[in-house]
Structure formats: structure tokens, C-alpha cells
């Protein structure tokens, strides 16, 4: 199958920094990437789509000003986590779809201290 | 916009023995129904999925059924193995299947 790969696996940071996670499609050209937040023992929630060359659109609740999101190339989306503060602590994952299925990336874990 | 609920959220048993997991979904546009597996700490992992077009679909141990009349689906594992122990999410899309709406996710558990 396609894979997706995403960058860092895990980071910690202090409040009031940025954090870039990258979003890679390595075998195929995703226009349209999808990111998720996954808080500890919870579903997986979507916040914003990323469309290559144009805007992303996001979810109801989610600030567009605070979680960046880039779609620069075919092969990359990357989502910035602005001002970061303990409460955005969750695992972060992109997808990508390929002949109508689903790709996650392996996920990145956000701490923020 | 969607909403999928999903039962049980916990669900132990014994090796051997089959689970089931039910789902429904409130979006009758909804047309692709993907089951995933999770791991803790790792990405969800694709186990089975049904179209709308569909009424059933099965590889090997796990099955899966859709009724588009009841909105509801459901995965049926027979002859669990410990190694299937995970939690397992139901999602329901449109057009997109990487944009889902997921499930909360059913904590399964085979005792040997």
C-alpha cells in the first residue's frame, strides 16, 4: 500500500513556542491531506483539510490561526502549531488517500510544557 | 454534519471466541465505511472496509456488514486471537476516505 510518513514522531516544547510537523506522501501525489487530533484514550478528531496550492479548510471549533497548515507540494502538508500551550498536548495524525483507501502517517506526539 | 456511534466501548473475550462491534451513522449520503485498527501509540490500520453498494464483505476471520436502511454496520472477528487485542474504530465518509468521521472507539481484549 501507499505510505505516509510524518515528522517529528514525538516533541516537547515549552508554552508559547511553534511547533512544524511535516505530512509526506512518499510513493504518490496527495492534493487533498487530512489532519486529525487524538487526545489520550479518545477518537480521532479531524481539524482541517489541506489543499495543495490553495487554502485550508477547516473544522468547526478549530483556530486557522493557530494551527498553521501549508500545502506547498504535491508530496507535503505541514501543520504548525502556533503559540503552543499545555492544552494542545495531543497526537497529531495526517492521512492521505490512494486508490479510494486511507493513509495515516505514524502520528506525532505533542508535549507541551 | 455526520455523527457514528459506536458499542461497546469496552469488550473482553475468552481466545477462541468471536466479537462483534456495531456502529451507526446519521449521514445517509455516507458512502464508504472503513474499520480500523489502533495500537497505542501507532497510526490506525486498515482491517476491512465496505462501499454502499455492498451489503457484506469478509476476509478471512473478519467480516463486515452494512445496512443502509438502519444506518448501521458492524465487524464480527471470529476465532479471536490475543494478537487482536487493540482498539478498533468504526468511520463513515464521503468521497473522501481520508476525511472520516470516526467513531469513539471499542477497547477489545482475548484473554488466552
Known amino acids: 500500500g501507499a505510505v505516509v510518513s510524518q515528522h517529528p514522531s514525538w516533541v516537547i516544547c515549552k508554552s508559547g513556542t511553534s511547533v512544524k510537523i511535516e505530512c509526506r506522501s512518499l510513493?504518490?501525489?496527495?492534493?487533498?491531506m487530512f489532519w486529525y487530533r487524538q487526545f489520550p484514550k479518545q477518537s480521532l478528531m479531524l481539524m482541517a483539510t489541506?489543499?495543495?496550492?490553495?487554502?485550508?479548510?477547516?473544522e468547526q471549533g478549530v483556530e486557522k490561526d493557530k494551527f498553521l497548515i501549508n500545502h506547498a507540494s504535491l508530496t507535503l502538508s505541514t501543520l504548525t502549531v502556533t503559540s503552543a500551550h499545555p492544552e494542545d498536548s495531543s497526537f497529531y495524525i495526517c492521512?492521505?488517500?490512494?486508490?479510494?483507501?486511507?493513509?495515516f502517517g505514524q502520528g506525532t506526539r505533542l508535549t507541551v510544557v | 454534519g455526520e455523527n457514528v456511534e459506536q458499542h461497546p466501548s469496552t469488550l473482553s473475550v475468552q481466545e477462541g471466541d468471536s466479537a462483534v462491534i456495531k456502529c451507526t451513522y446519521s449521514?445517509?449520503?455516507?458512502?464508504?465505511f472503513p474499520w480500523y485498527k489502533q495500537e497505542l501509540g501507532k497510526r490506525p490500520q486498515l482491517i476491512i472496509d465496505?462501499?454502499?453498494?455492498?451489503g457484506e464483505k469478509k476476509d478471512q476471520r473478519i467480516a463486515v456488514t452494512l445496512n443502509k436502511t438502519a444506518k448501521h454496520f458492524s465487524l464480527h472477528i471470529t476465532e479471536t486471537q490475543p494478537e487482536d487485542s487493540a482498539v478498533y474504530f468504526c468511520?463513515?465518509?464521503?468521497?473522501?476516505?481520508?476525511?472520516?468521521?470516526f467513531g469513539d472507539g471499542t477497547t477489545l481484549t482475548v484473554k488466552p
Open positions: 465496505i462501499r454502499s453498494n455492498v
Open positions: 492521512s492521505a488517500e490512494e486508490n479510494t483507501e486511507a493513509f
Open positions: 510513493d504518490f501525489q496527495a492534493t487533498t
Open positions: 449521514d445517509s449520503a455516507s458512502n464508504y
Open positions: 489541506s489543499n495543495e496550492g490553495s487554502k485550508a479548510t477547516y
Open positions: 468511520a463513515a465518509s464521503y468521497t473522501n476516505a481520508g476525511k472520516s468521521t
